[in-house]
């Protein structure tokens, strides 16, 4: 079993930056590819960035590519998500989670273990 929690959430201006962090206990993550996905009120989850297990592989959806940055520190069991250049639209209670294999596929169906999610706002 593996507990997420994360942190790091809040209240930024448009054009700030925020990192959150998602730290893991009960097992190691070195042997899952981590996932950050994020809900805004009236919508579903969505897939945000993924990290190999390794920290080798990465990926973003689109509306992130060049100011989201996903990375994890196996030594410390956490993965982070830095977010810079933050826009209105990225306002969302954000979640990370743990793939069941060593890839982070971008559905959420493939994850086993979730976080309780940390509240994003990002004011215009």
């Known amino acids: 079993q593996v507990q997420l929690v994360e942190s790091g959430g809040g209240l930024v201006q448009a054009g700030g930056s925020l990192r959150l962090s998602c730290a893991a206990s009960g097992r190691t993550l070195s042997s899952y590819g981590m996932g950050w996905f994020r809900q805004a009120p009236g919508k579903e989850r969505d897939f945000v960035a993924g990290?190999?297990?390794?920290?080798?592989?990465?990926s973003y959806v689109d509306s992130v590519k060049g100011r989201f940055t996903i990375s994890r520190d196996n030594g410390k069991n956490t993965v982070y998500l830095q977010m810079d250049a933050l826009k209105a639209e990225d306002t969302a209670v954000y979640y990370c989670?743990?793939?069941?294999?060593?890839?982070?596929?971008?559905?959420?169906?493939?994850?086993?273990?979730w976080g309780q999610g940390t509240q994003v706002t990002v004011s215009s």
């Open positions: 989670a743990a793939d069941r294999s060593s890839v982070a596929r971008h559905e959420s169906k493939f994850y086993n273990y």
């Open positions: 990290i190999s297990a390794s920290g080798i592989t990465t």
